[in-house]
């Protein structure tokens, strides 16, 4: 055989060898002592990394549950209780089940129920819109329908409405992780439980005007009038600021305040036959 | 003519002067005025009056609301009718306080004549009545007056500039009080310059005014004041910037987020001197300014400039002045570069009020944003230097930490960016937030650094 190829084999080959020792002793004398249950942890979260939990991604999380003494900091929003299951066996902590949430939008000041008294035409983007004025309506409380929450959304779980120039949720796919309540500049979007078969209450306003100039601006506004408040019997309903607010840890989805509201504002959802759902 | 401007950036839009010949006009009174609590920048000021109470003209109705504030007086003499939130230009609410307008009855101790009295008073009754009669920068930012002309301890004023530059296009109200009230103006240099220890003393005038330069020039000599000049400068925007007059006059440059006082200048609008004027000279509190109602879209006959009281409603000046013009898309407070659109015609007008524009439809729309080409239109306009088109880039990546490396706090948000991008991209809005967001964390770093080591102290 040629000897050209014999040494050029014989050396490649020895070479490869040294270099995998040194490999091998760098690997040993700089090997970095990790905790084997943060891997295992990580494994079993999404991997959305989306920051829902507040942590910076799922590895971050991971290793702050591992050197927890209890699990009530930590919660994964998107893997839910199942997941959250897994990490309390894991890590050996008794499991605190949360209830599933899932993001409400409180304003339903839609195109007919809220009149545009002025044309915005600046920067597409409602940080930008609520920084400059009140809004192109006369509600300064209300959505600006610039779609930051949408952007904001990593899961594709919300989306505008053409037809109310508001923001929906799709709540197959929200995962309740918060990046929307952050992205909104008026504070609209709210993380409520999501109930029995996603059945719930709430009051989709957050005007804080008095009850005719609320209803001036917004025909669909909540007015102050305590209505529900005295509809309610569980004491799960306050009014505040001329703006109710329905407790959701509190409230049995009678739907009487639902039946109560004159003006629409207090909405119940998914129940099985509709009754109000202004 | 000697032709001096500032050294980077800046743009060249047309001045649309369309008022200038228009003289001031008094408004009259209207039944009731609307005075707001937030004239001025920094703390709120607080209501002394309580409602029930009867009020004269030039009384004060409100005290600073802190070290950087201003006393409010009232603009008229009735009754208080209310205190209570009010919408501003914005549609946001802030407290005003609401009078009744019985009549125009002033206080004692105002001089209401013509007279020009040219003897100087000594520099603590000066500063005195400037804090006593609420008088703010009326160049736009309406900072309090008497805190920019008492430099903090160890800082000595080199130069007083006098800012008639009146840079925006279509704004002629600086214009017309420098050709109708031309001596006040120079007493209220002479006072700021006696309060400030005999500094020297500049009036900048863009040579699109050569009748206020020539007016200024023989008024001055006919006054006994030294150390007083009239320097014309070559028409750019942002000349009325507080920085580039500076550089365009002294030749000097502010440092990044340092104040003028730090290379000997201080900086004071035209509007400021004639308002400081009638505060000493006059003991007339800051209650008037002159607003100038014009436009693209209204007939030349039709604009004016109006001396108005603070708490008028916009539209009460609007229907005054003969209703909101056809064709008028936008409505504008302040100049077309730096203003804000009206959204809230009820508004009251301010001490810092300078200007009712209407556009149209053409000259205001936004057209269509596409994408960036890195053309560097943008770094080229810019007056402070940066790089507007990577600030935007940034602040959509969320890098604050690069922001703050690339100054966005430095932006004085003239507009000379969003003016000059032919993508038509709206860069102010972004940087505006991003300079926001820069400012508040720098705000939060200082208050933590304040508190450690007022902790340290405790400690030791």
Same mark, same amino acid.
């Given at each position: 055989?040629?000897?050209?190829?014999?040494?050029?084999?014989?050396?490649?080959?020895?070479?490869?060898?040294?270099?995998?020792?040194?490999?091998?002793?760098?690997?040993?004398?700089?090997?970095?002592?990790?905790?084997?249950?943060?891997?295992?942890?990580?494994?079993?979260?999404?991997?959305?990394?989306?920051?829902?939990?507040?942590?910076?991604?799922?590895?971050?999380?991971?290793?702050?549950?591992?050197?927890?003494?209890?699990?009530?900091?930590?919660?994964?929003?998107?893997?839910?209780?199942?997941?959250?299951?897994?990490?309390?066996?894991?890590?050996?902590?008794?499991?605190?089940?949360?209830?599933?949430?899932?993001?409400?939008?409180?304003?339903?000041?839609?195109?007919?129920?809220?009149?545009?008294?002025?044309?915005?035409?600046?920067?597409?983007?409602?940080?930008?819109?609520?920084?400059?004025?009140?809004?192109?309506?006369?509600?300064?409380?209300?959505?600006?329908?610039?779609?930051?929450?949408?952007?904001?959304?990593?899961?594709?779980?919300?989306?505008?409405?053409?037809?109310?120039?508001?923001?929906?949720?799709?709540?197959?796919?929200?995962?309740?992780?918060?990046?929307?309540?952050?992205?909104?500049?008026?504070?609209?979007?709210?993380?409520?439980?999501?109930?029995?078969?996603?059945?719930?209450?709430?009051?989709?306003?957050?005007?804080?005007?008095?009850?005719?100039?609320?209803?001036?601006?917004?025909?669909?506004?909540?007015?102050?009038?305590?209505?529900?408040?005295?509809?309610?019997?569980?004491?799960?309903?306050?009014?505040?600021?001329?703006?109710?607010?329905?407790?959701?840890?509190?409230?049995?989805?009678?739907?009487?305040?639902?039946?109560?509201?004159?003006?629409?504002?207090?909405?119940?959802?998914?129940?099985?036959?509709?009754?109000?759902?202004? | 003519?000697?032709?001096?401007?500032?050294?980077?950036?800046?743009?060249?839009?047309?001045?649309?002067?369309?008022?200038?010949?228009?003289?001031?006009?008094?408004?009259?009174?209207?039944?009731?005025?609307?005075?707001?609590?937030?004239?001025?920048?920094?703390?709120?000021?607080?209501?002394?009056?309580?409602?029930?109470?009867?009020?004269?003209?030039? !009384?004060?109705?409100?005290?600073?609301?802190?070290?950087?504030?201003?006393?409010?007086?009232?603009?008229?003499?009735?009754?208080?009718?209310?205190?209570?939130?009010?919408?501003?230009?914005?549609? &946001?609410?802030?407290?005003?306080?609401?009078?009744?307008?019985?009549?125009?009855?002033?206080?004692?101790?105002?001089?209401?004549?013509?007279? @020009?009295?040219?003897?100087?008073?000594?520099?603590? /009754?000066? @500063?005195?009545?400037?804090?006593?009669?609420?008088? /703010?920068?009326?160049?736009?930012?309406?900072?309090?007056?008497?805190?920019?002309?008492?430099?903090?301890?160890?800082?000595?004023?080199?130069?007083?500039?006098?800012?008639?530059?009146?840079?925006?296009?279509?704004?002629?109200?600086?214009?017309?009080?420098?050709?109708?009230?031309?001596?006040?103006?120079?007493?209220?240099?002479?006072? *700021?310059?006696?309060?400030?220890?005999?500094?020297?003393?500049?009036?900048?005038?863009?040579?699109?005014?050569?009748?206020?330069?020539?007016?200024?020039?023989?008024?001055?000599?006919?006054?006994?004041?030294?150390?007083?000049?009239?320097?014309?400068?070559?028409?750019?925007?942002?000349?009325?910037?507080?920085?580039?007059?500076?550089?365009? /006059?002294?030749? &000097?440059?502010?440092?990044?987020?340092?104040?003028?006082?730090?290379?000997?200048? /201080?900086? !004071?609008?035209?509007?400021?001197?004639?308002?400081?004027?009638?505060?000493?000279?006059?003991?007339?509190?800051?209650?008037?300014?002159?607003?100038?109602?014009?436009?693209?879209? @209204?007939?030349?006959?039709?604009?004016?400039?109006?001396?108005?009281?603070?708490?008028?409603?916009?539209?009460?000046?609007?229907?005054?002045?003969?209703?909101?013009?056809?064709?008028?898309?936008?409505?504008?407070?302040?100049?077309?570069? *730096?203003?804000?659109?009206?959204?809230?015609?009820?508004?009251?007008?301010?001490?810092?009020?300078?200007?009712?524009?209407?556009?149209?439809?053409?000259?205001?729309?936004?057209?269509?944003?596409?994408?960036?080409?890195?053309?560097?239109?943008?770094?080229?306009?810019?007056?402070?230097?940066?790089?507007?088109?990577?600030?935007?880039?940034?602040?959509?990546?969320?890098?604050?930490?690069?922001?703050?490396?690339?100054?966005?706090?430095?932006?004085?948000?003239?507009?000379?960016?969003?003016?000059?991008?032919?993508?038509?991209?709206?860069?102010?809005?972004?940087?505006?937030?991003?300079?926001?967001?820069?400012?508040?964390?720098?705000?939060?770093?200082?208050?933590?650094?304040?508190?450690?080591?007022?902790?340290?102290?405790?400690?030791?």
């Amino acid at each position: 055989m040629n000897p050209i190829i014999i040494w050029t084999v014989v050396i490649l080959a020895g070479l490869g060898l040294v270099l995998a020792l040194v490999l091998f002793l760098v690997a040993r004398r700089f090997r970095v002592e990790e905790d084997p249950r943060i891997d295992l942890v990580e494994k079993t979260l999404p991997g959305a990394n989306c920051g829902g939990c507040g942590y910076a991604g799922c590895h971050a999380f991971a290793d702050s549950a591992v050197k927890a003494s209890d699990l009530s900091a930590h919660y994964c929003p998107v893997g839910g209780n199942d997941v959250m299951q897994k990490v309390s066996d894991i890590l050996g902590f008794k499991m605190e089940a949360k209830a599933p949430q899932v993001a409400v939008v409180r304003c339903n000041g839609s195109c007919t129920a809220r009149p545009v008294i002025n044309e915005y035409d600046g920067a597409a983007s409602c940080r930008v819109k609520a920084a400059l004025y009140a809004g192109d309506t006369a509600c300064p409380f209300g959505c600006l329908g610039c779609g930051d929450c949408v952007a904001a959304c990593e899961f594709g779980a919300l989306s505008m409405d053409p037809a109310t120039g508001l923001p929906v949720v799709d709540e197959a796919k929200c995962v309740a992780c918060g990046k929307c309540v952050a992205a909104c500049p008026k504070s609209l979007i709210e993380l409520r439980n999501k109930g029995p078969r996603g059945i719930r209450v709430f009051v989709a306003c957050r005007n804080t005007d008095k009850g005719p100039v609320a209803r001036k601006a917004c025909s669909n506004a909540c007015i102050g009038c305590g209505l529900c408040v005295k509809a309610c019997a569980h004491d799960a309903i306050t009014l505040e600021n001329n703006l109710a607010y329905v407790d959701f840890t509190k409230c049995k989805l009678c739907r009487k305040c639902v039946a109560a509201c004159p003006t629409g504002a207090v909405h119940g959802v998914n129940f099985p036959k509709e009754v109000n759902n202004g | 003519m000697a032709k001096t401007t500032f050294a980077i950036g800046g743009v060249h839009p047309d001045d649309s002067k369309l008022a200038r010949a228009c003289a001031i006009e008094v408004l009259p009174l209207p039944s009731v005025v609307y005075v707001s609590m937030a004239q001025h920048l920094g703390a709120p000021a607080k209501p002394v009056v309580s409602v029930g109470d009867k009020v004269l003209t030039g !009384q004060v109705i409100a005290e600073p609301g802190g070290f950087i504030s201003a006393f409010v007086h009232s603009p008229a003499s009735g009754t208080v009718k209310a205190i209570a939130p009010f919408k501003d230009l914005a549609g &946001r609410e802030v407290p005003h306080i609401i009078i009744d307008v019985e009549g125009d009855e002033w206080v004692e101790g105002v001089d209401l004549s013509d007279t @020009l009295i040219t003897e100087l008073p000594d520099r603590e /009754v000066i @500063l005195d009545r400037v804090k006593a009669c609420g008088v /703010v920068g009326l160049g736009g930012a309406t900072f309090p007056t008497h805190v920019k002309l008492n430099p903090a301890p160890g800082s000595k004023a080199d130069c007083l500039i006098l800012n008639g530059a009146e840079c925006e296009p279509y704004l002629t109200s600086d214009y017309r009080i420098m050709l109708e009230r031309t001596k006040e103006i120079l007493v209220g240099a002479a006072l *700021m310059q006696k309060a400030l220890g005999g500094c020297r003393t500049v009036i900048g005038i863009e040579e699109n005014k050569p009748e206020a330069i020539a007016a200024m020039r023989s008024a001055l000599a006919s006054l006994p004041y030294s150390g007083i000049e009239i320097l014309p400068l070559k028409k750019k925007y942002p000349q009325g910037g507080e920085k580039q007059i500076i550089q365009a /006059v002294m030749h &000097r440059e502010v440092g990044s987020g340092a104040l003028p006082i730090s290379v000997g200048a /201080v900086v !004071q609008n035209v509007g400021t001197s004639l308002a400081v004027y009638e505060a000493v000279q006059k003991n007339k509190p800051l209650i008037t300014n002159i607003l100038t109602v014009t436009g693209n879209c @209204l007939p030349v006959e039709k604009q004016h400039n109006y001396l108005f009281r603070i708490g008028m409603p916009l539209s009460y000046i609007a229907e005054y002045a003969g209703g909101i013009p056809k064709g008028a898309a936008k409505i504008v407070s302040g100049g077309p570069m *730096m203003g804000r659109a009206i959204s809230n015609m009820e508004a009251a007008t301010v001490k810092g009020t300078s200007s009712i524009l209407y556009l149209s439809e053409e000259s205001t729309r936004r057209k269509l944003e596409s994408n960036c080409i890195r053309c560097g239109r943008c770094a080229e306009a810019c007056p402070m230097g940066l790089e507007p088109f990577l600030l935007r880039r940034l602040w959509k990546a969320g890098d604050m930490e690069a922001l703050e490396a690339n100054a966005v706090q430095d932006c004085i948000e003239c507009g000379c960016c969003l003016y000059s991008c032919p993508a038509c991209i709206p860069l102010l809005d972004h940087i505006r937030q991003a300079k926001g967001a820069v400012l508040g964390a720098i705000r939060a770093r200082a208050a933590a650094a304040k508190a450690a080591a007022e902790a340290n102290q405790k400690n030791s």
